[in-house]
């Protein structure tokens, strides 16, 4: 399927792309649009936040189906995002469609990877919901068939390009806080909290603090079940149908470099004292915090934490004063389009051959990152990254 060569410059690239009816490439003679389609499955994880509507207004791109085996869910989204065909199976869709574009939609993430392995296969590019598959293991299958096919994978972590998130990394390079020292996250720790917390929400969280720090090199964490350390015959599964997960409190501390300490907590009886979910980064000089949403907002504050009379909180805000009225909206709608940034970003790498800042390694990261806190609250130790075993701590099935 038109193998990517091992070595390619980038004008090899555009040459060899050149050659191929679905890539856009700069200076095509060929204005042909690329063909996109849609994947979900109304009433077992429906669309994510807007993955139906990705495409809807973009120049250069033609909606040609969606694929719902719901009837009145397929109807209904082809026909507001302006389909020209829908289908019941999105099998016969990409043999009938061969679509360039795919946007695997639904929340549940027990279908992301068998999808996305037999788009790539079928020659498209494919966008996914997050959390990007259910264990490393099968993200690391699906990113082997994008690179033997050379197409590209993009992950719905849409934060990690919203405005705040944009305006508070550059903040932290110029030294708004001086030097990076911590970043704590939480999650919501609503009725999900603990490890389905850790794994629909928390992954998000995860994506940001590499976008900062890095690769995390280990982990330790304890996974509690009211007040236990929980073990594989805890696991269960839940509504988005994320892979296993288990306990009711997660505690988990990763390790980058230079020192860097990032934590990820997650308990329900601490909701009302943590605040709105997002992450905090401490620095030597300040904090700064990204107060997470489908549009984040971020605050920094510089100096002292208190004083004798008691704590200070002198906050700033970062980036758009009002982001969600300065947001992209989706055309048509007036909704905000969160998504506008990282499928534009996706497009532009499809054309140019490199990695979206939303890519499918970053995605998979996110994944091994929360299975490596299982794998450490299981042996009792910190473990290592990346993780040595790629299937699931909790077991298979």
């Excluded at 090899?12 to 890539?23: I, K, N, S």
């Excluded at 043999?95 to 996305?116: F, G, K, N, W, Y």
């Excluded at 498209?124 to 990113?143: G, M, Q, S």
């Excluded at 296993?244 to 909701?271: K, N």
Aim: glycine content about 12%; overall charge positive.
């Amino acid at each position: 399927m038109n193998p990517l060569p091992p070595v390619l410059s980038r004008r090899g690239f555009l040459r060899w792309t050149a050659m191929l009816p679905w890539v856009a490439t700069p200076g095509r003679a060929d204005d042909t649009p690329l063909r996109a389609a849609i994947i979900g499955h109304t009433g077992r994880g429906d669309y994510g936040h807007g993955l139906e509507g990705i495409f809807k207004g973009r120049p250069g791109i033609d909606l040609v189906a969606v694929a719902d085996p719901v009837e009145a869910g397929r109807k209904r989204t082809g026909a507001a995002v302006g389909a020209r065909a829908t289908y019941a199976d999105w099998r016969e869709m990409l043999v009938r469609e061969r679509p360039a574009l795919v946007s695997i939609a639904m929340r549940h993430a027990d279908q992301h990877a068998d999808i996305a392995l037999e788009c790539l296969r079928a020659g498209a590019h494919v966008y996914v919901e997050k959390p990007f598959t259910r264990d490393a293991a099968e993200a690391d299958e699906v990113l082997a068939e994008a690179g033997r096919q050379g197409l590209r994978v993009a992950v719905a972590h849409t934060m990690r390009m919203a405005p705040a998130t944009r305006a508070l990394r550059e903040a932290l390079a110029a030294g708004a806080i001086g030097d990076l020292r911590a970043m704590r996250a939480h999650g919501k720790q609503d009725a999900r909290a603990g490890g389905e917390d850790l794994m629909v929400l928390g992954t998000h969280l995860l994506d940001l603090m590499r976008s900062v720090a890095g690769d995390p090199r280990w982990c330790s964490a304890v996974v509690q079940q009211q007040g236990r350390a929980v073990g594989p015959a805890d696991r269960r599964q839940v509504k988005d149908e994320v892979g296993w997960v288990a306990g009711d409190q997660v505690d988990a501390r990763f390790g980058f470099d230079h020192g860097v300490i990032g934590t990820f907590t997650s308990d329900g009886r601490l909701r009302e004292t943590s605040g709105h979910w997002g992450i905090e980064f401490v620095g030597s000089r300040g904090t700064a915090r990204l107060l997470c949403d489908l549009v984040p907002r971020a605050f920094v504050r510089s100096g002292s934490a208190g004083s004798p009379e008691g704590r200070g909180e002198d906050w700033k805000p970062l980036g758009p004063e009002s982001p969600a009225g300065t947001a992209p909206a989706v055309p048509g709608t007036g909704a905000i389009d969160h998504n506008a940034a990282p499928v534009t970003d996706w497009l532009a790498a499809i054309r140019s051959g490199r990695e979206p800042e939303c890519g499918g390694r970053n995605g998979a990261w996110a994944v091994e990152m929360a299975m490596a806190v299982h794998a450490s609250s299981l042996a009792r130790a910190r473990v290592d990254l990346p993780l040595a075993r790629r299937t699931h701590p909790l077991g298979g099935g």
